[in-house]
């Protein structure tokens, strides 16, 4: 009995590695789609000088899109920290954006220019992938399920 309550042990924490794993890949699509080109050429303070302009055009048209998000929308992308082992054994996780502050922009800005459903879209052929590849990598470091 204690051999098979210690190897159900095993398969949950793997099982719990392999969602980390998963939510890994997520999160990296998210911010990889919030990091678009920066709108504006100007490096550094305008008073100071030499300024660092980069090649080409001054800036980009205010028609378009957001350009490359920064501070606490970019940070606030995360994965949840301890997935939850239900009842039943079924390893819960999840990605989202959280911080008071984003509250009031991410929908909007989700709906004007999306960038969390087309990452999901992206990397669900990829979840099969990465949980086969968190749960071997957590089996080969506990030394096996047995």
């Not at 590695?17 to 709108?39: M, S």
Request: aromatic share 8%; charged share 30%.
């Amino acid at each position: 009995m204690k051999e098979t309550e210690e190897m159900d042990l095993r398969v949950q924490k793997a099982t719990w590695f392999a969602v980390k794993e998963n939510q890994r890949i997520l999160k990296l699509a998210i911010r990889r789609n919030l990091r678009g080109a920066p709108r504006w050429n100007q490096r550094g303070a305008w008073e100071k000088v030499p300024a660092v302009k980069l090649d080409g055009p001054t800036n980009a048209p205010r028609s378009g899109g957001p350009g490359k998000f920064t501070g606490a929308l970019y940070r606030g992308v995360g994965g949840k920290k301890r997935p939850m082992i239900m009842p039943n054994g079924t390893v819960v996780g999840g990605v989202g954006i959280g911080g008071n502050i984003n509250n009031l922009k991410k929908r909007p800005l989700e709906e004007k220019f999306p960038y969390f459903k087309p990452a999901v879209k992206a990397t669900e052929p990829k979840m099969a992938q990465g949980y086969q590849k968190g749960w071997d990598k957590a089996v080969k470091k506990m030394g096996g399920i047995i």
